[in-house]
């Protein structure tokens, strides 16, 4: 059993100060009046680990979304049949500025303002510079919408979120909004417990990790928070060790197929999904917490 002095210096948040003045420094230059793209349909926000206060001592690029709001996609495979005729008579047109348009933009845009940027499949790399500017990732996105009902502009129901469109895969929809706010009401409804015990988990990770006791990159921070996300409130509290205990005894024992994100839009353990977490990586994370923690 790991030490209750450890578990609380695991615990504690890793320093903000620097990855947010990179944040506001990167947000700024992404709204400038100089930018290509049409500012009154683009806003900036962040995600991930800092956004959502689970950031630990290690954690290095700061996640931030560039999204097109002048346009979006959706999907509409839940409405019934009425309400998909009521969307398809007023649907709108042909849109004139799109996702491509808005990537192939702000791409260039990004490689311009900055040196070495490096495109990768989801996201642009953003190397850390000598001012003091950490490494960040920018997400290029659009608007996206999962329809429940509707009836008209006046009258529909919808959860929003963003998608993107890797090179050669097909959309990815994610709903980062959702994920951060419902992690906070679960952090309050579980008395402040949920965000440190995230940090515990990360920091376990990151050790076992470093001690090649785990292959690095099968436990990203998103798919821990939502695993921890799935725990019952009542399972939370005490010392960090009991709360440790009752976290992972329940996780282990639950339904797997059952666990959902904690945007609860996506499952979070199935294979072949690019939003959710593979059995292979969760079953492999689970058995070397299990053996680290015993050892």
């Known amino acids: 059993m790991i030490a209750e002095s450890q578990l609380d210096i695991w615990a504690s948040q890793g320093p903000t100060s620097q990855f947010t003045d990179t944040y506001n420094r990167i947000r700024g230059n992404l709204l400038d009046s100089g930018a290509p793209y049409p500012l009154a349909d683009t806003e900036v926000f962040l995600q991930g680990?800092?956004?959502?206060?689970s950031n630990v001592y290690g954690d290095s690029d700061v996640d931030i979304v560039l999204c097109h709001t002048g346009a979006f996609y959706k999907d509409l495979s839940r409405l019934s049949?009425?309400?998909?005729?009521?969307?398809?008579?007023?649907a709108g047109g042909t849109v004139t500025y799109g996702y491509t348009d808005f990537k192939r933009d702000a791409t260039a845009y990004v490689t311009r303002l900055y040196n070495n940027v490096n495109a990768g499949k989801k996201a642009l790399y953003i190397p850390g510079g000598n001012s003091g500017?950490?490494?960040?990732?920018?997400?290029?996105?659009?608007?996206?919408r999962r329809y429940y009902e509707f009836k008209s502009w006046q009258t529909q129901r919808y959860d929003e979120g963003?998608?993107?469109?890797?090179?050669g895969d097909p959309m990815i929809e994610n709903f980062p909004k959702l994920h951060s706010d419902n992690c906070t009401t679960k952090h309050q409804s579980?008395?402040?417990?949920?965000?440190?015990m995230v940090r515990i988990f990360k920091n376990m990770r990151n050790t076992m990790t470093g001690k090649g006791l785990l292959q690095g990159g099968g436990a990203p921070s998103y798919f821990i928070e939502g695993m921890l996300y799935n725990v019952p409130d009542d399972q939370f509290g005490g010392t960090y060790q009991q709360t440790w205990i009752n976290c992972f005894n329940h996780i282990v024992t639950a339904d797997r197929d059952k666990l959902v994100c904690a945007n609860h839009m996506h499952w979070l353990v199935r294979d072949s999904s690019p939003t959710c977490w593979s059995v292979a990586n969760f079953n492999s994370f689970t058995a070397a917490l299990k053996k680290y923690w015993e050892s």
Do not use: Q
């Not at 680990?49 to 206060?53: C, E, I, M, Q, R």
């Not at 579980?190 to 440190?196: A, C, H, L, Q, R």
């Open 49 to 53: 680990s800092y956004k959502n206060d």
């Open 162 to 167: 963003v998608c993107f469109f890797p090179p």
């Open 81 to 90: 049949p009425e309400d998909r005729r009521a969307y398809d008579a007023v």
């Open 190 to 196: 579980t008395k402040s417990y949920f965000k440190p």
């Open 133 to 144: 500017r950490r490494n960040a990732d920018v997400l290029i996105a659009s608007r996206f």
